[in-house]
């Protein structure tokens, strides 16, 4: 009994990794690791370094499932939370699963990751702010389940789904409204980011004016911060936050 169960479990893992069709019993075909590809980029715990060969044999998946710590929900429970299909999950898990082989993430591997993105700049802080928003539990670790349901908002979320997901990212106490200290914090965590020998230069002052543009266009009574409802009602009616929220709609 115990041997069919790992047995099961081993399948069900690798059906959710893409390493095991179902239909044929095979290795998946060339078309994945196409999409893989052009996704791979995109994605802070899926990036190229060393990525496994789809076409390799069962044996290394058996392998690796024996290091993995954290055992993600089921590929037909994960359809149904998010909006991705079922052979997008299995491209995002195996990405995952290469650079998170315990199958989640804290909070320092997390920076780490983030910061060969943008090695001319100091990314900590940001991957610090971005992580958080990911980690919706509040218990220190990114899963597979916490990463694709913040990637399901970002890419196939509704406008309000996405500004939600915004919001609750320049929202650094998670109190419910933005202060003008929490939009400076995340402005100044993207001026450190982009590094200091940008062309043109960014000038030091260039943060905080940008919190005060922020707040006269989103505070709409002036009471020093903004709640949710004056973030959703101004970025709806700016044609160019509009157009940066449809950017990532044909990604995958």
């Known amino acids: 009994m115990r041997s069919k169960g790992r047995k099961e479990s081993l399948s069900d893992s690798r059906d959710l990794d893409g390493s095991y069709d179902q239909l044929t019993g095979n290795p998946p075909g060339q078309t994945k690791k196409a999409l893989k590809q052009r996704f791979l980029k995109l994605l802070p715990c899926c990036r190229p370094k060393s990525i496994p060969s789809l076409s390799e044999?069962?044996?290394?998946?058996?392998?690796e499932l024996s290091t993995v710590c954290h055992r993600p929900e089921g590929l037909e429970q994960l359809q149904e939370?998010?909006?991705?299909?079922?052979?997008?999950?299995?491209?995002l898990y195996r990405g995952f699963k290469n650079e998170c082989p315990s199958g989640i993430v804290n909070e320092e591997n997390f920076k780490q990751i983030y910061s060969q993105f943008f090695p001319q700049g100091d990314s900590s802080t940001y991957a610090t702010f971005l992580f958080n928003a990911f980690d919706t539990d509040r218990d220190g670790s990114v899963s597979f389940e916490d990463f694709v349901s913040g990637l399901s908002?970002?890419?196939?979320?509704?406008?309000?789904?996405r500004l939600n997901w915004a919001f609750n990212l320049y929202d650094l106490n998670k109190d419910g409204c933005i202060t003008?200290?929490?939009?400076?914090?995340?402005?100044?965590?993207?001026?450190?980011?982009m590094g200091k020998y940008t062309y043109p230069a960014m000038r030091e002052e260039a943060p905080r004016e940008h919190v005060e543009n922020f707040f006269q266009k989103m505070d709409r009574n002036k009471d020093g911060v903004v709640?949710?409802?004056?973030?959703l009602e101004s970025c709806q009616k700016d044609e160019n936050i509009m157009r940066s929220m449809q950017l990532f709609d044909n990604v995958i």
């Not at 044999?57 to 392998?63: L, R």
């Not at 908002?153 to 789904?161: H, K, S």
């Not at 709640?227 to 973030?231: C, D, L, Q």
């Open 57 to 63: 044999n069962s044996v290394e998946d058996e392998f």
């Open 81 to 91: 939370q998010t909006k991705f299909t079922r052979k997008e999950l299995q491209v």
């Open 153 to 161: 908002i970002i890419l196939r979320g509704t406008i309000d789904d």
């Open 180 to 193: 003008k200290e929490e939009m400076l914090d995340i402005m100044k965590s993207i001026y450190d980011m």
């Open 227 to 231: 709640t949710i409802e004056e973030f």
